[in-house]
């Protein structure tokens, strides 16, 4: 990933989006806490966000996850909107700006240069267990027209294979996933999530090709001063967004 710092403010960036035009994409990192639930100070810092990238605050759609595999459709620029009970979102709208968030889980990018549309994920274990990403591809597909192989796409810093122990409930979730056992490593006779390789692999199966695709290969749970991490820290802790949109 690519960091940079706007007014002081440090960000991450998707290396592959960077060099597309018609894209603004970044996350956001500690010390500034957007998360969703918090207080009038999370606003404020998601509002700096904003301004930093020279968005317009008053048209920033963020979600309100569930951790369910629904994905909502953005199409007008009609003023802020909190979109609830939604873990996915896309939209061909230019300056609307869509927000998503976690504290260990990935977020995931998902930009058609052709058509101009741009969608997002929260794949947490639940919603990458349930393909969200597939869902949300279908429906740029389906919406835009888009086509899978012209798609650019970025999975996000998240809680890595080494360190994401999960019981034998995930597994049996992820039953359906493309080659599944590949993404539960094992050692020590632990088990572990690979959500990176899964959400890759969904990604590949709905027809992106795998070098459009980008992992930032960052663990929150061995980098917690640069990301918040839920399993670490706890229920209270901080939350980063990924912020994308048009223009």
Known sequence: MHFKRINGRRYAQFE???????????FSTRPLDTAIHGDEQCAANRQLMMRDFERDPEQLC????????????VTEASGPRLLRGFDAVTTNVTGVTLMLFSADCPLVLIYDPERGVVGAAHASWRCTTARILRRLIDVMVQQYDSRPESLLAGIGPSAGPLRYEVKEDVFQ??????????CFPRRDGRMY?????A????????GVPSERIE?????????????????????????ICLMAGLG
């Open 193 to 197: 999530f690979d959500m990176w390789r």
């Open 62 to 73: 963020s979600c309100r996850q569930v951790h369910q595999p629904h994905v909502a459709i």
């Open 199 to 206: 959400n890759r692999l969904q990604l590949e199966a709905a």
């Open 16 to 26: 592959n989006m960077c060099r597309t035009p018609g894209l603004v994409h970044a």
């Open 173 to 182: 979730a992820a039953a359906g996933l493309p080659d599944v056992e590949s």
């Open 215 to 239: 992992i930032a290969g960052i663990c929150t749970l061995t980098s917690t001063e640069v990301f918040y991490s839920y399993r670490l820290e706890g229920p209270g802790c901080g939350h």
